[in-house]
């Protein structure tokens, strides 16, 4: 069983489409709660159009981020996040919400792992920028 753990991409180990969509649901409700951050996401409840995109471009960028078929068309890292001076608190405050999406989702300690450290690999494309 553990050598077809292994063998099994990233985005498989995360259920694939059903199971990332699922893990940004849950990123994004903890991010509406989260009093470090819930001021930057909050206004996207007011605009559905614009929340529907959001949500999409970030399941799309999880897909490809972890190995999955989808291709994502959205705004770089660091051209999204520019002028946003994202703070290392809210930085990682963001971490601790997806970490407890993947938790949340049963998603395995390695898997979590793994996301944790492509998170930390865009971390200058975000924290003060």
Not at 22 to 33: L, M, N, Q, T
Not at 46 to 55: I, K, L, Q, Y
Not at 89 to 105: C, F, R, V, W
């Amino acid at each position: 069983m553990e050598n077809k753990e292994k063998q099994q991409s990233l985005f498989e180990r995360l259920g694939a489409v059903d199971g990332i969509t699922a893990i940004v649901d849950d990123v994004v409700e903890a991010h509406f709660s989260n009093p470090d951050i819930k001021a930057r996401f909050l206004p996207l409840k007011s605009d559905p159009t614009h929340f529907a995109e959001v949500r999409q471009h970030l399941i799309n960028f999880f897909i490809m981020g972890s190995g999955g078929p989808q291709n994502y068309s959205g705004k770089d890292m660091h051209t999204a996040h520019v002028g946003m001076n994202i703070s290392q608190g809210e930085y990682m405050s963001t971490i601790d919400d997806i970490m407890g999406a993947l938790d949340k989702n049963n998603i395995d300690e390695q898997s979590k792992k793994d996301v944790l450290a492509i998170l930390y690999s865009l971390k200058s494309q975000m924290v003060g920028v």
